[in-house]
């Protein structure tokens, strides 16, 4: 790879086929794209769709650092030996700072001597997509998430066996989780309409051991109720759900939470109409994801809704906690109109 100089933009020649699908929530056309995932025991799953996932320069921005953007969205690279991945060597697996799709275990990395972290093979080879990079005079391979189009770094063909390649990718674009890292807790956001109640039936299930109701998956910062209200933000009223997986596994968690709300109507809960209602799992892990979309898949294919399954199944951007007085409301005030189990 280069210095950290700014890349001219990409020749995009060789992208991975997409499949053009009908919105599950509305009439639009969204892009399907095959991935693989990992399960809770690490275990790579089959080629499934999900949707490509396409956001504005101001919807990135609000999620990823400075640095993160630039490397991912604009195509930079990051001076060798400063990322903080390059002389990782812990056991684990690296997903898509962006999206959290699941892209390189540690076990294909290998020491470059580059400065850059460098792999022989990826998690699967349906995650990544290649593109002709002419910048520079050269002519080289580009490697982006298949998913969300992050810009990851280049493959040259001077690797290592058995693939004889070698993966130069940037720190900047990689978040890392340790083989065998059982954290006491875990954390999920679950949008399902009116927060209000959907906090007062997470709060009480064995295993959580605390949830906050508040704002996430929008495109500013620091948003109050008004400016969410507004619709002019893309928030989501979200409940943040703390539990811990000794006590509690997270399908139990998803049977809660398809059980409280009607996950098929889009932007509507009952009463409440807009985006803010949405139907919502922001993970924070890649096994909350396989575990999440196995789940939905199954609960779809059950018959027992009305119709498609509408909730967004996203990596969770920030958290922004809602207002005191929309705190544990139910709690405080006791009754409403929200479904409560
Ligand atoms: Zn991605």
């Known amino acids: ?94 997903t898509c700072v962006c999206c959290g ?15 850059w972290p460098s792999f022989f093979q990826p998690v699967a080879q349906e995650n990544i997509g290649r593109t002709t990079d002419t910048s520079f005079g050269m ?3 580009e490697a982006h998430c298949v998913r969300c189009d992050s810009h990851l770094g280049h493959v040259f063909e001077d690797g290592p066996v058995p693939t004889g390649l070698r993966y130069c990718i940037n720190s900047a674009a990689l978040t890392f989780r340790e083989n065998g890292a059982k954290p006491a807790r875990e954390w999920v956001l679950f949008g399902a309409g009116c927060f209000w109640g959907i906090e007062a039936n997470f709060a009480k299930v064995k295993g959580v051991r605390n949830t906050r109701v508040g704002y996430s998956g929008g495109v500013t910062k620091s948003p109050t109720y008004e400016d969410v209200c507004s619709h002019t933000t893309g928030h989501a009223e979200v409940v943040e759900v703390g539990y811990e997986p000794a006590q509690l596994n997270f399908a139990a968690l998803l049977d809660v939470f398809w059980r409280i709300h009607d996950p098929t109507t889009g932007h509507r809960q009952g009463p409440d109409i807009g985006s803010q209602y949405r139907s919502a799992i922001f993970f924070t892990t890649p096994e909350q994801e396989a575990t999440a979309r196995a789940s939905a898949a199954r609960l779809e294919k059950s018959g027992e809704l009305s119709g498609p399954i509408t909730t967004e199944i996203l990596l969770a951007t920030p958290f922004y906690a809602a207002e005191e007085y929309h705190q544990k409301y139910y709690a405080k005030h006791g009754g409403g109109n929200c479904r409560i189990l």
């Open 1 to 94: 790879m280069k210095s950290h100089m700014k890349l001219p933009a990409i020749q995009l020649t060789g992208a991975q086929p997409v499949r053009h699908a009908r919105s599950r929530s509305g009439n639009t056309e969204t892009l399907q794209v095959t991935v693989r995932l990992l399960d809770d025991a690490g275990t790579l799953g089959p080629p499934i769709e999900v949707p490509k996932i396409v956001k504005s320069d101001e919807a990135w921005r609000a999620q990823l650092s400075d640095e993160q953007f630039r490397i991912t969205r604009t195509h930079d690279t990051e001076r060798a030996f400063c990322g903080i991945f390059h002389d990782n060597h812990q056991h684990g697996l690296y």
């Open 139 to 141: 002519v080289r391979t």
């Open 101 to 115: 799709l699941p892209l390189f275990r540690s076990d294909a990395k290998f020491d470059s001597g580059t400065g």
